[in-house]
């Protein structure tokens, strides 16, 4: 007779953003965790589903949602963090109160969170830390300016973390994803009529669907993969464009603004 495999998977309500794709996706990610080798697991995946109010900036509640967690499970196998605050704005006009909230849930909060599960991962030499952060953790898009710093703030700390905890048997994991959206047709008819600019930086980009996310996320805890860039072609070419032409990535960048700023004249 087969063993019954069994994952409990949390859902910690310390999101602040939560749209409609992100919701397929936690519904299809819970629903393949069982069905993968996170099987007998301890998962928690921050969201905000239940609706209590917690966020990242309340840096206070951390010390508790840790400690209730090992105490109700007695340690934390796989922790998924996923925090997203968004804002958009000319920098000029985004407040210092504004940079600091960005920054206490996209990277304090996140940050944090992990920190204070460490020393349980470190005693029993065993753990996965899988941070789920944007593709604004890799390029940087106009208007967008502290949420781009914020996230690629959190993308170096768990690199710098995931040499640090090697050695103790812990997994860092890190995905960058551009938007999830609900459906895929659209993007999918509407992939050769968008350029590079317009793929990142216009208000309806070319997304993924929450079934692909999902099923990259998974295969991420699976085999331990260390970085996944889940996004269509144009944004990865993107990437490396900003590595290896800069030049060129900025000036694309910059006609764009320009682009946009004689369409809202027009």
Known sequence: ????????????????????????????????????????????????????????????????????????????????????????????????????????????????????VLPSMISRRTGHLLLINSIQGKLAVPFRATYAASKHAVQAFFDSLRAEVEEYGISVSTINHTFISPSSSESTEAASSKSIWSLLYTKKPLGVSPDEAATEIVRTLSNKRKEVVIAPSLPKVAIYARSFFPNVFFAVMAAGVNNAAASEKM
């Open 1 to 116: 007779m087969d063993p019954v495999w069994t994952t409990t998977v949390l859902l910690v309500p310390l999101v602040v953003v939560l749209t409609a794709g992100a919701f397929y996706l936690y519904s299809a990610v819970i629903g393949l965790l069982s069905k993968t080798s996170v099987r007998n697991k301890v998962v928690v995946i921050t969201d905000a589903l239940s609706g209590l109010g917690k966020d990242f900036g309340d840096m206070d509640s951390m010390p508790e949602v840790i400690e209730e967690i090992l105490e109700c499970y007695g340690c934390l196998d796989i922790l998924i963090l996923n925090s997203s605050m968004k804002f958009k704005a000319p920098v000029q006009n985004v407040s210092l109160e504004m940079d600091k909230l960005l920054m206490d849930n996209n990277y304090f909060g996140p940050t944090t969170l992990a920190k204070g």
